[in-house]
């Protein structure tokens, strides 16, 4: 589900932004604070933003959160969001060269917004009432896209040049919400909690053992697409709509046999200007991420 419909489906939040905000650093196992309209929290040794549900984090945004972290102590901070524009691992660099303040950006999960709802109505019901202890969902890493363009007349060719990956991330991004087990336990729901667990503990190491094969960024791309005038196309709120003009799949021919992604896609503009390409690239766990680059057609 991508960032726009999840807010029309959680539409009671942004009326209670502070509240929500609040809710969603306790889940995400940080503490609250109010510091500054920017640094919302704090987790360990690094500040807390909380983007919108509503709207992607832009890299001018995070830019502004980083010179905030710049007037403190703390060096670091955590910006979670519904979504982000593409933040590469180069742009971290240039942030972290010019404020001393390190970027850690990480999406907000589903589970992690059914869990702040869930807070919020008990809340809302009882003020008082007691909110117990959760495993802490996965807030995971968007993935960072670079992108190269060259344009002949008015022809233009996209490359996919990299796409960088976090693989602690993408390792989060499998756990489920595990229950620990605890001496109030029934007997059939510490069984059914260490099941889930063992399930858990199986499916990493297989994720491991293949991670411990994936020797360049390529293996993780399942496919990528491309929206030739991103821009053009809006939604009533006047957010851009991505609509794939062409797009490569991993293509599976048999066992242990794949098909390679075609990494450079083309494409003739009929009518010269600058236009905004769009790049969506999904891995191979199902997490995707949009990059977007300018291209001027003579």
Same mark, same amino acid.
């Given at each position: 589900m991508g960032v726009y419909q999840r807010a029309e489906q959680w539409q009671d939040f942004q009326t209670q932004r502070s509240r929500y905000r609040d809710e969603m650093i306790r889940v995400f196992g940080g503490e609250v604070v109010n510091h500054?309209?920017?640094?919302?929290?704090r987790k360990a040794h690094s500040w807390v933003h909380i983007g919108p549900l509503d709207g992607p984090v832009s890299v001018a945004q995070v830019w502004s959160i980083a010179r905030e972290a710049q007037r403190t102590d703390m060096k670091a901070v955590t910006v979670l969001s519904a979504d982000f524009d593409?933040? =590469?691992?180069?742009?971290?660099?240039? +942030?972290?060269?010019? /404020?001393?303040?390190?970027?850690?950006?990480?999406?907000i999960p589903k589970n992690a917004i059914d869990e702040v709802r869930r807070r919020l109505e008990m809340l809302r019901?009882?003020?008082?009432?007691? +909110?117990? =202890? &959760?495993? +802490?969902?996965?807030?995971?890493?968007?993935?960072? +896209?670079?992108?190269g363009s060259r344009v002949t007349g008015r022809m233009a060719k996209v490359t996919l040049e990299r796409c960088e990956v976090d693989i602690e991330s993408f390792i989060a991004s499998q756990r489920p919400v595990l229950k620990s087990? /605890?001496?109030? &336990?029934?007997?059939?729901?510490?069984?059914?909690?260490? =099941?889930? /667990?063992?399930?858990?503990? /199986?499916?990493?190491?297989?994720?491991?053992?293949?991670?411990?094969?994936?020797? =360049?960024?390529?293996?993780?791309?399942?496919?990528w697409a491309v929206d030739w005038d991103y821009r053009s196309r809006v939604d009533a709120d006047d957010r851009p709509i991505f609509e794939t003009d062409w797009q490569s799949f991993r293509v599976r021919k048999g066992k242990g046999e794949v %098909?390679?992604?075609?990494?450079?896609?083309?494409?003739?503009? %009929?009518?010269?200007?600058?236009?905004?390409?769009?790049a969506r690239v999904t891995d191979v766990f199902g997490n995707d991420g949009i990059a977007t680059v300018t291209v001027e057609v003579k």
């Open positions: 500054s309209p920017l640094l919302h929290g593409t933040l =590469s691992g180069s742009e971290k660099g240039e +942030i972290k060269e010019a /404020t001393g303040v390190a970027i850690i950006v990480r999406i019901a009882n003020p008082d009432a007691p +909110i117990e =202890s &959760m495993a +802490i969902p996965a807030f995971y890493a968007p993935l960072s +896209i670079v992108l087990v /605890t001496p109030a &336990m029934s007997a059939a729901a510490k069984k059914k909690a260490q =099941s889930e /667990t063992d399930k858990w503990e /199986t499916r990493k190491a297989e994720l491991e053992k293949w991670l411990a094969k994936a020797n =360049s960024w390529q293996k993780f791309v399942d496919f %098909e390679p992604l075609v990494l450079t896609a083309e494409y003739k503009y %009929e009518q010269p200007g600058h236009y905004q390409v769009a």
